[in-house]
């Protein structure tokens, strides 16, 4: 049992810095090469985990190896536009000037009804208002409409908002977060004046508190009823 959980330790953790070596990804924003890496990794890993007379090395020298070929490879994609195209392959413009490109959708074994699912996504249902529509080599659509369809920004109005900034979270479901507290510049006396203001006695009673740079907040409660 000792010897089990020690295999799994060790290539747990190796799965976990060749996932890190892929960047903050979520799994449908994978390459197409990445996506393979992944799953031939959990193979190779999953063997000496289940397999006792199966030595270690047998599963660590190839997912290492595999990692240092996705190293090479990164490597190679940023200096080269050409390779990079090959292994992961080239954006497809599916939709231009609100005409469909079918060509282009049977090549990529891409639906109708992906592309309109794709576009509801992105708040878009007439295709007759999108100036391009691009599917990406992650499988992911980019949309982008014509001008007179964006939303009208605070420079074309003459506005100019406050800049509120990045809002801080200071009590997260309970937990006072001194570290965020002090960032703000602000300290435990504040806390509780905030507090009192929302006739909240104790932290523990706060869902969700967060400043931001205007000092302004935002407070939940926590809800009773939510067990």
Not at 126 to 143: R, W
Not at 145 to 157: D, I, K, R, S
């Amino acid at each position: 049992m000792v010897i089990a959980f020690l295999r799994t330790i060790i290539l747990y953790l190796l799965i976990i810095a060749g996932v890190r070596l892929m960047g903050k990804r979520q799994v449908g924003e994978l390459e197409p090469s990445e996506l393979v890496l992944a799953l031939i990794i959990a193979d190779l890993a999953a063997v000496p985990m289940q397999d006792f007379g199966i030595p270690l090395l047998s599963g660590i020298i190839p997912i290492l190896t595999l990692l240092c070929i996705t190293m090479i490879l990164s490597v190679l994609t940023m200096r080269s536009v050409k390779f990079r195209a090959i292994i992961c392959g080239r954006p497809s413009i599916i939709v231009e000037n609100g005409k469909l490109h079918q060509r282009e959708m049977k090549k990529n074994r891409f639906t109708v009804d992906e592309l309109m699912e794709e576009l509801r996504m992105k708040g878009v249902s007439d295709i007759s208002t999108v100036k391009y529509a691009i599917l990406e080599t992650n499988g992911q659509i980019s949309v982008l409409p014509y001008a007179n369809q964006l939303p009208v920004t605070a420079e074309q109005m003459n506005v100019a908002p406050d800049d509120v900034g990045l809002p801080i979270v200071i009590i997260n479901d309970g937990r006072v977060l001194d570290h965020n507290l002090k960032t703000r510049g602000l300290n435990h006396e504040w806390l509780e004046k905030r507090l009192s203001e929302h006739k909240v006695n104790s932290s523990k009673d706060v869902f969700l508190l967060t400043v931001d740079e205007q000092n302004r907040v935002y407070f939940v409660a926590k809800d009773v009823t939510a067990g």
